[in-house]
DNA sequence: TTAGTTATTTAATCACTTTAATTATAATTA
DNA sequence: TAATTATAATTAAAGTGATTAAATAACTAA
């Protein structure tokens, strides 16, 4: 247990100060003092500081033709640091570059089967895509200040382990160290939905929102869990297996062994199953015989296909069983809705939506708002880098690399 | 937002050396300073201050044996604070005074119907139980430091107020102010389930436990939500609502309007309701007219009585089902079982752990133990009073009364 | 121009921990 | 038995970060 002293105080006003210029985007040292609750003369010292580092600046004085010397707002400096963030999928790999603010600098996504695949051979393919990013940023590695990497599985951040991920059979492997030990650059790992509830919390949907989730939708269902302003991890790493809810008593059986599970109808695995069986029993009349992709089912289904667009309505139909078991059980303020499998838009959306308001008692259910947000591929990317971005605010001044 | 300055610092190393003190019983200094990471002589200071306050005190040096002066070990002296809690509930209302180390010094147990009675009848008879049982403590209502009440329904803790309960259509109600208008004491509300969550955390099975959920079967369920050490609320209060999670899809009709709610199989009153149906159909036959109680069913069904057994038996399962939602979803270290629901004993857990083991994946369900503890029915009223306590621990300083 | 107002900085002070030195008390060793 | 070694606890001095109060800066209104 670390004890309380001075350094901690200091880390934490200089958090404050940091996070109210952050989320104010340009605000005056009195405004801070207010915002923080320090004292003026402290807000000086600390500001003073941040400057003198090129972490923040004196951005403009602000003329509101109040009585009194205007305030002179501060601003973050974008470029004050720089962090890469890696997200690994079982098919493909993507990694962007993100300044101090969040904004995505450079970003690479490349296609590659992962799975069964040597680690070596991942952690090697990781150095050369962020090399490449980075270089397409137009930086130099010296100028990154830390890298997150989000992997689907069970990821024990703190000791920087992966202990099981779809992805590979090994056992318990150290991802964390191995990148360093590559590239030499301070490492984070965490489960992918996770890195993604964090990015929520720092620029998107999540901003000042205590308890929010996040409903990641790719091959599987994915949960990340924001509760009382902290990430939810569970006892060992486990939260938020989604994917294993029962949902569809008498439904499919499921990989677990259990019948009926969310991951038996939803996600893309769940889906592209479905829509196979719908071509072989010539319910869909599909040319050629090449592999069916989840784009392709989705594609079919919007242009009026209506045995996968009854798969999808059913997905979404289940989503809003699930969804309204979290709500009833977490009473969140958001529900965030993120992830490829958006894609399927109107079509599984309004089937959740209706479920959503059939199962939810509705003065619970006015106060949860569900979002489903824009969707890019590097948002994956961005959220792993926003792991980095996090512990880069809660210790800026160990933690930045100087600006050469 | 509280800056963080020189008093917060010393509200966490104080914090800090009296949990150790707590937990560990008897410890001396260089121990505490070893647990919490502070300097030897910062902890004679703190603990110079507490020894003059009456708080601890040196109970003995310890003989180990081995070279250089021996330890003294310093313990809590239980007497340096008192607290009482309250817990409310539809046909009784129950009372316990504690001491510091969470004994309990006296408590009292009423039957009454509180349903739709007037709140200043409520507020009246819960000023007369909390005199009467500090009085049958052998103590006076100026030792007591704080009162914590526990209230069924969704309470809003930092302002104080009741926001809906089952007791009473009444809106929003300010019972914590009301109550500290009648005695001048420091009161603190909060909802029954969490009160319990907290007492187990400080004092019961969750201690030193982060991740916990603790399962209330009374007249419906509850479910307290310990995640990451912190007591998890929601975004208004709500979180928790365990009873209207769909476990029986093509169950019966639940007051809330969906169908096959949790809380339509479990908890006294659902239970009461199947039994009235199977006493009307004949299927139980039951000597006179009177208003069947659940534990009057509890009783028959443990004597043998084979429909009644089956509704128990029917509960358990749902009930196992709901906890294979929680367990994927939360991975808690622990499920604690607690209210006056554990009576049924068997005949509804081993259906319920017959379910859990069929309805989640082993890997996870090897992390979470599920314990049903003893209960009494104090142990609300003993809830509550941990909810001051908890306060106390954190400012030790400003909350204890002088003991005079 | 002057008074009033707000923003920011500076200087002095305070409160807390830490480090280093010291005292206290025990077992071991010669 | 006396010196040595080891551990516990205390004390004194030093360091540090926030706060308060006073000073300065920069503006508006009259």
């Known amino acids: 247990m670390p004890s309380a002293n001075l350094d901690l105080i200091r880390a934490i006003n200089q958090f404050n100060i940091l996070n109210s210029i952050r989320i104010r985007g340009a605000v005056s040292r009195s ?63 993507s990694c962007a570059v993100c300044d101090m603010q969040g904004e995505t600098r450079g970003s690479i996504i490349e296609y590659e089967d992962f799975r069964h695949k040597n680690i070596d051979f991942i952690t090697g393919y990781m150095e050369q ?29 703190s000791t920087g382990t992966c202990h099981w991920s779809p992805l590979y059979d090994a056992g318990d492997f150290p ?20 890195t993604l509830t964090l990015a929520h919390q720092w620029f ?56 009926g599970c969310l991951a038996t109808v939803l996600g893309a695995i769940a889906i592209v199953k479905q829509a196979k069986r719908a071509a072989e029993n010539g319910e869909w009349h599909r040319e050629g015989n090449s592999e069916i992709t989840f784009s392709e089912v989705i594609g079919a289904a919007k242009s009026g296909q209506k045995e996968l667009a009854g798969i999808l309505r059913r997905a979404g139909h289940h989503l809003g069983v699930g969804l309204s078991v ?60 926003s792991l980095v971005l996090q512990e880069l605010y809660k210790s800026p001044f160990n933690t930045i690399r100087p600006v050469i």
């Open 326 to 385: 979290l709500i009833n059980i977490f009473n969140p303020q958001k529900i965030i809705i993120s992830g490829h499998g958006v894609e399927a838009g109107d079509l599984m959306f309004n089937a959740m939506e209706e479920a959503v308001n059939r199962h939810t008692f509705s003065d619970m259910l006015s106060l949860t708002k569900i979002i489903v947000p824009e969707w890019q591929h590097t948002d994956w990317a961005k959220g792993a880098a």
């Open 204 to 259: 998107g949907e999540g901003k000042g929102v205590d308890n929010f989730l996040v409903i990641t939708l790719e091959e599987g269902v994915g949960l990340g869990i924001m509760a009382n302003g902290q990430l939810f991890r569970g006892s060992r790493g486990f939260a938020g297996e989604m994917g294993h809810v029962p949902v569809a008593p008498d439904g499919e059986e499921c990989v677990c062994g259990k019948k």
């Open 175 to 194: 991802l964390r160290d191995r990148i360093f030990e590559k590239l030499n650059i301070k490492t984070f790992i965490e489960n992918d939905a996770n």
């Open 31 to 93: 405004e801070i003092a207010d915002m923080t609750g320090q004292s003026r003369a402290s807000v000086t010292t600390i500001t003073a500081q941040m400057i003198d580092k090129g972490m923040i600046f004196e951005k403009n004085t602000e003329v509101t033709g109040e009585r009194g010397r205007n305030r002179v707002l501060l601003a973050l400096n974008p470029d004050a640091a720089f962090v890469v963030g890696v997200k690994l999928a079982a098919s493909k790999m």
């Open 129 to 157: 895509i962020i090399h490449k990013t980075v270089e397409k940023a137009g930086l130099s590695m010296d100028s990154v200040s830390g890298l997150g990497i989000g992997v689907p599985g069970v990821v024990d951040s």
